[in-house]
């Protein structure tokens, strides 16, 4: 069975991520001393302590989860794990363009690092809304959008994550007047999230820009194994259309639904979530009832996981 690592993003941190990890996987370690050094924060308190409030800033939540998923991946392979696709929403798609060799760890830590503060910034100087609509379908919501975009400001689909769970990003009028207007036409929920930005829409492109010029300063490799990316929904086999794909995200929807299906299309039937919490799990598991979906936040858990493939392949 062809398997595929896939990566959370944003919004997965958890106060005492990684503690397991740090007992077992002396990897972890380095990745920590390495977001510390870039970030000039103290990534590994806050991962292991807290408060969740400073664990939850865009520019601390970034690498951290991105450290924590390289040791998971790290601690997967030293089980014999191996992927045969990978991908990330969102911030994952960095971890993920590591996994499949794209670019060095180094490389990766620099541009999420820079990718975190950048964002923070923006969220300090022009801060937006999100919310997580329920029940809609993606061209109804994109529908109200476009009509809600010419009196309130900017709003847009920023996640497509499962079908009829769709979260939306903007100006915090427009946002509020799209939650009204999405009630209104049937959606079962209207949920804010706490995310403080407009990630993935216009408000994002200021950082979209000074991103894709750091990207340009680094060398990308053509991935040892293909890579579903959001911004396109499908899976790309080069360096190039990688950096171009994560470049556009930043300020395009994270299109998940399309890149499970893609992944399935091309014989995916099993998606091990690599980092805390288990929300891609559960998307999945929406998106493609038939596939097998495991997460693994602990050494236990992955110990779980080969241990059920290996029966599995008898």
Known sequence: MSLAFVYPGQGSQQVGMGAELLRTEPHLEDYLAQAQAVSGLPIRRFCLEGPMMELTRTEVAQPALFAVSLALTDAARAR???????AGHSLGEYTAAVAAGAITIEAGMELVCLRGRLMADV????????VAVIGLSEQELDELCRSTTTVAGAIALANINAPGQIVVSGERGAVAQLSELAERAGAERVVPIAAGAAFHGALMQPVQAQMTEAMAQIPWSD???????????????????LRDALAAEIASPVR????????????????????PGRVLAGLVRQIDPQADVFSAESPERLDSFAQQRSVAAR
């Open 123 to 130: 969220q300090a100087e022009h801060p937006g809304a999100m």
């Open 80 to 86: 014999g794990l191996s992927p045969d696709f990978v």
């Open 223 to 241: 991935p040892l194994v293909p890579v579903a990316v959001n911004a396109y929904g499908r899976i790309v086999a080069s360096g190039e259309e």
């Open 256 to 275: 998940w639904v399309d890149c499970v299906r893609s992944l399935a299309e091309a014989g995916c039937s099993e998606f091990l979530e690599l980092g």
